[in-house]
């Protein structure tokens, strides 16, 4: 495997890696216009607060899983992104131009 970049999450002192096919396949999703997004430690409302993305913020979507069905821009679902290790964001925030999965379930 090679590596084209290695990075820190902030915090826990976890490194995430990242292989040069990776990178190449990950897209970026727009977040909903004048939205500051909380980002949650799981897929509900009830998780904590992990950070708040700013305006106009575009995030990567390395895997889907279902949890608490929020209303947002762009709809209802129950559909949480998963954006980096342990952070999690509501579909209903990102334009991802789908109601449905657009990546891998997460673990």
Not at 3 to 12: A, F, L, S, Y
Not at 23 to 32: D, E, H, K, M, S
Not at 55 to 71: D, L, M, R
């Amino acid at each position: 495997m090679s590596v084209d970049r290695v990075e820190e999450i902030e915090g826990d002192g976890e490194e995430a890696v990242a292989t040069k096919a990776e990178t190449a396949a990950l897209r970026y999703y727009p977040v909903a216009p004048g939205v500051r997004l909380n980002v949650r430690s799981g897929p509900s409302t009830t998780y904590r607060i992990v950070r708040v993305l700013s305006e106009g913020a575009h995030v990567p979507i390395f895997c889907q899983k279902p949890g608490q069905s929020v209303t947002g821009p762009y709809g209802t679902t129950n559909l949480w992104d998963g954006i980096a290790v342990s952070e999690y964001v509501s579909d209903a925030y990102v334009q991802t131009g789908s109601d449905g999965y657009v990546a891998p379930r997460c673990a």
